[in-house]
């Protein structure tokens, strides 16, 4: 039995709140890149003290990825069924090397589109579909082939650095960052990453940006 689009409806919305809700002893952090428009959001995990003989030990909070999008953030107003906000279009238009279809290009995409019985299951707003302009390559690897370094090269370099500049200017972190130099096992990681070597790790194939 198929629950009616009023009922969809309802659920959608009592599903927001489940899925929006921040995670407990965390919260989630912007790191600023070198425009506006790239901000790279991280989690920073609270740690409780570490008892000691006669007192406690303070453990600054631990910064990790955070994948969940506009999700657990409360500043952000999320309707599930109006979809994600939009990052990188600007990106994109900027490089000028793509153009905007009319709608879905695939037989399969049309006849769903304009299939009256799954108007209640759309989003609210669908972005129109890229393809690349004839003759040109819109990859992250061609790109970094190119020498040229895009913002979402600089957005990955933010998030692998994980804040360490800060981190290691801040003295309650001076045990953490204390560690093994390990095995490297041929690979050439500088002490921290830049774009440029985001870039130059794509163009050889050794990393991967959709």
Do not use: C
Request: aromatic share 6%.
């Amino acid at each position: 039995m198929s629950a009616i689009p009023e009922d969809f409806i309802k659920k959608t919305s009592d599903l927001s709140d489940e899925v929006t809700r921040p995670f407990p002893g965390s919260r989630k952090v912007y790191v600023q890149g070198s425009r506006d428009d790239i901000r790279v959001p991280m989690r920073e995990i609270t740690q409780a003290p570490t008892p000691a003989s006669f007192d406690v030990e303070d453990n600054p909070p631990v910064m990790v990825y955070d994948t969940s999008g506009p999700f657990t953030d409360p500043a952000v107003s999320v309707d599930l069924l109006k979809g994600m906000p939009d990052v990188r279009t600007r990106w994109i238009d900027e490089r000028d090397d793509t153009e905007l279809l009319g709608g879905p290009s695939s037989e399969f995409g049309r006849e769903r589109q304009d299939d009256p019985a799954l108007a209640h299951l759309r989003f609210e707003h669908i972005r129109a579909p890229r393809r690349a302009k004839a003759g040109r390559n819109v990859t992250q690897m061609h790109y970094a082939r190119q020498g040229i370094v895009t913002p979402e090269m600089e957005f990955v370099a933010i998030r692998e650095n994980q804040r360490l500049d800060e981190m290691r200017a801040d003295p309650r972190y001076a045990k953490l960052l204390r560690q093994h130099p390990g095995q490297s096992f041929g690979a050439k990681l500088p002490d921290r990453i830049t774009p440029e070597f985001v870039r130059s790790e794509v163009a050889a194939g050794r990393a991967i940006i959709p």
